[in-house]
């Protein structure tokens, strides 16, 4: 390998849910890199979900609080992320109506109003681009506090005004649409690497619902419930509304990818856009080699899964990848084009997932031997320009 000195490492992991945010991963790693003597770059990233406005804040975006309601109702303080110069927002349903922080889960009385609170001030200040990073919700209600908190007035049948959460789907009578107030400039972006559709056996009841704590008796009444709101939609305001819930990603954050396409969101991968959001080519293009990671490796991480997005494009450099867990089989590994998969678990026998500063502790060391990898192997070559 070339002279430690002269050697540029990327380091460009996602978050390790529940253990580490995605700066801290990044930083650990890149600690055990500059101990060799390599240079480290770190660029935490992020997918869309949990972690999304960090890895925004850490590349440089602006932090701006916003008082909102969690998904239970309690007030809580949500953080965007703002770009003057792109003048792009980030809001991020995970740090407002998001199942971390809630003390118990309801799934029927949770809402996503407070994410909608957020969506409505971040559209006051008239981006040019808003960007919704739907993914670590609570709530299953199909939109309905997104588009409430946006002007929206949902009532039963006895002209009650209802207030938006899991239960009350079902007795949506009408919905009054004629108070959303939306710039007519502003993108809205809808980054989620979820394709499931609003109803249906792929659906966000069914697919989700267990993770957000509703039973089999839940998971059904949620599912009648958002059947009933698509139907009030569709004969107030056209069929082309349930075209829209059909749509990959309308079941994205139990329903809120519905609700965000109704006021003219448009579905994006959340990987890809973030790579993009946070110039991955542009950083990369100096280094001479990857590090990306996630807390569990998986089959599933080589249908568009984070880390497999920075492989594509990381290519030719060498790609190493660190992980909380690893279940990818050899030919997996193949698959990817992973140079090797570092993983903390398999370093001790201890629960690494509930030991932040363990976890930390391994990353470095795992840093450490990727960089002893490159020297073995004298794989960093720098691609020459095109």
């Known amino acids: ?3 430690p000195a002269g050697v540029r490492v990327l380091v460009a992991p996602d978050k390790f849910k529940g253990t580490l945010t995605a700066a801290e991963v990044a930083d650990a790693v890149a600690i055990g890199l500059e101990r060799t003597g390599l240079h480290a770059l770190r660029l935490p990233l992020a997918d869309g979900g949990d972690g999304s406005v960090d890895a925004a804040l850490a590349a440089g975006y602006s932090a701006v609080s916003q008082p909102v309601t969690d998904a239970v109702g309690q007030n809580t303080v949500g953080t965007m992320a703002v770009d003057e110069a792109s003048d792009t927002v980030i809001v991020e349903v995970a740090n407002t109506v998001g199942i971390a922080g809630l003390s118990g889960l309801d799934p029927m009385g949770a809402s996503s109003f407070g994410f909608g609170a957020a969506v409505a001030a971040a559209l006051e200040r008239r981006p040019r681009r808003l960007v919704l990073a739907l993914g670590g919700s609570a709530s299953t209600d199909g939109g309905m506090g997104l588009l409430q908190a946006l002007g929206a007035v949902f009532t039963d049948s006895e002209g009650h005004e209802l207030s938006a959460r899991g239960d009350s789907l079902s007795r949506v009578h009408s919905a009054d649409t004629s108070r959303l107030s939306l710039p007519d400039t502003t993108e809205i972006v809808i980054a989620s690497d979820v394709t499931n559709p609003l109803l249906g056996p792929d659906g966000a009841a069914t697919v989700f619902g267990p993770q957000k704590g509703a039973t089999p008796d839940q998971q059904r009444d949620l599912e009648l419930g958002m059947s009933r709101l698509l ?7 056209g069929s082309f509304v349930r075209e829209v819930a059909e749509r990959p990603s309308a079941g994205a954050a139990g329903g809120l990818g519905f609700a965000a396409m109704l006021i003219g969101g448009h579905a994006t991968s959340g990987a890809a856009h973030f790579l993009d959001l946070l110039d991955f080519d542009g950083a990369a293009a100096g280094c001479d080699a990857v590090v ?10 080589l249908h568009g899964k984070l880390p497999a997005v920075v492989i594509e494009r990381a290519t030719p450099r060498p790609v190493h990848l660190v992980a909380g867990r690893n279940e990818l089989t050899d030919d997996d590994q193949a698959d990817l084009g992973v140079s090797s998969v570092q993983a903390v678990s398999t370093m001790t026998p201890l629960d690494t997932a509930a030991d932040p500063a363990l976890t930390r502790e391994l990353l470095v060391d795992a840093g450490e031997k990727i960089a002893r990898i490159l020297a073995r192997h004298s794989e960093v070559k720098r691609p020459r320009p095109q």
């Open 1 to 3: 390998m070339a002279d």
């Open 292 to 301: 990306t990671g996630e807390g569990c490796v998986d089959a599933q991480t």
């Open 231 to 237: 139907d009030v939609l569709v004969r107030d305001h």
